[in-house]
């Protein structure tokens, strides 16, 4: 008889509930590590342990002590680190090296790292010192970003456009670092839509990358957080194929294996695409939830199949099945909720799923990045004139009642 076969999760988050889903299903026996015991996914998980995700020789002795078969840090950036240590050091499936891993969740040497291999990159530089980057102003060109290196879902992120403001925006930044460093870069005005999605790789080629658009709510508290996902994404095709062929040669110069990639690009008005972030995790706003509505095949399975070495299925550029889009349901402002009122019409006609994360009567925060969003909604269209026509006008079919 087959012995169970462990699968440990980092981070306890909502993200990680069809995960475990995924690992129940092939029988496996989940273990979820984070700091925070009354995070949701311990619930569902087999086992929890209350050791910090970013104690990476504390949880590699865990790993060791439960004799673990595959660790994943799904949608949950701070693990991502430690998630590639572990499994280095105990020769286990992962996405890519600890090494490429320190590279990628580091916005400072990743940028570097474009750099240096003759990639599109804005104009970078990463400090550790507040008083450093006042004294460096000359070198940027405004208006400029600043954002942690080590930081995912928007948090920690501010356009300046003049020097009167940069002091606050390194405060914001260092408030949501880890490790007490942060980056700044060029602003690159985008042509159109940037993209936020979920890839597969396959012993180190990309055959999966879902590019979409990012729509952002300019009256959030954070208008850097994506309020919204389409597909099919309208950055033109000569653009998805330069990126495609990018993203394949910076995953083999990273020597990355198989599994679930959040991959950030754009195109803009210089005329160049650009790789803005590359992640070996799959993305938080179920990004790769959503890939199984829209293309039929299911990167979370593969993904958890992957991590313990069991084989996966044959992975292949989505085929849309319609227009879809992805809404996400947020506040502009703390408060406590009410209810969400959706127009019958809009409910009957293009709805396929309504996921509410609170009850009547729930604290909720101004949106602020991934970990302030409410709740998503899942819609299909027939034509890309519905959709753009329904987004559009979702401030009169979509009402979000929140008390302050």
Not at 143 to 149: A, C, D, L, S
Not at 210 to 239: C, E, G, H, R, V
Not at 298 to 314: F, H, Q, W, Y
Not at 347 to 361: M, P, Q, S, T, Y
């Amino acid at each position: 008889m087959n012995k169970q076969k462990k699968l440990m999760l980092l981070g306890g988050i909502r993200y990680l509930l069809p995960v475990i889903e995924a690992a129940h299903r092939h029988g496996y026996y989940v273990i979820t590590v984070d700091y925070v015991p009354e995070n949701i996914a311990h619930q569902y998980s087999d086992e929890f342990h209350n050791v910090s995700i970013l104690d990476k020789d504390a949880v590699l002795q865990l790993a060791q002590e439960l004799n673990i078969n595959g660790i994943l840090s799904f949608g949950v950036d701070p693990g991502v680190v430690t998630a590639a240590y572990v499994a280095e050091k105990m020769g286990l499936s992962f996405q890519c090296s600890y090494e490429s891993a320190c590279i990628l969740q580091d916005k400072s040497r990743f940028r570097q790292f474009l750099k240096d291999n003759d990639f599109n990159v804005p104009s970078a530089k990463g400090y550790s010192s507040k008083e450093e980057a006042l004294a460096d102003t000359a070198y940027y060109n405004w208006p400029i970003i600043v954002k942690p290196v080590d930081s995912a879902g928007s948090k920690g992120v501010t356009r300046v456009d003049e020097l009167g403001q940069l002091s606050s925006a390194i405060d914001y930044a260092l408030s949501e670092s880890h490790n007490g460093n942060f980056i700044i870069e060029d602003f690159l005005e985008k042509e159109g839509n940037s993209s936020d999605c979920d890839g597969f790789s396959i012993d180190g080629k990309l055959v999966f990358c879902s590019f979409d658009d990012q729509l952002f709510d300019a009256k959030a508290l954070n208008p850097y957080t994506p309020a919204a996902y389409t597909w099919p994404s309208t950055i033109p095709q000569w653009a998805q194929e330069e990126l495609m062929s990018e993203l394949q040669r910076l995953m083999s110069l990273l020597n990355v294996k198989t599994g679930v990639y959040n991959i950030e690009t754009r195109l803009c008005k210089n005329g160049k695409p650009y790789i803005m972030e590359l992640a070996p995790r799959g993305g938080g706003n179920r990004l790769s939830e959503m890939m199984k509505y829209i293309s039929g095949q299911d990167l979370i399975d593969n993904c958890v199949r992957a991590a313990v070495g069991d084989s996966i299925d044959e992975i292949h550029q989505p085929d849309y099945d319609g227009y879809w889009a992805e809404i996400i349901l947020h506040s502009e402002r703390d408060g406590v909720f009410q209810s969400i009122e959706i127009d019958k019409t809009v409910e009957e006609r293009f709805l396929i799923e309504k996921d509410i994360w609170v009850k009547a009567g729930d604290k909720v925060q101004g949106f602020t990045g991934a970990n302030t969003t409410i709740g998503t909604l899942v819609l299909r269209f027939n034509t890309n004139e519905e959709m753009k026509w329904c987004l559009a006008q979702q401030d009169n079919w979509l009402q979000l009642n929140v008390k302050e």
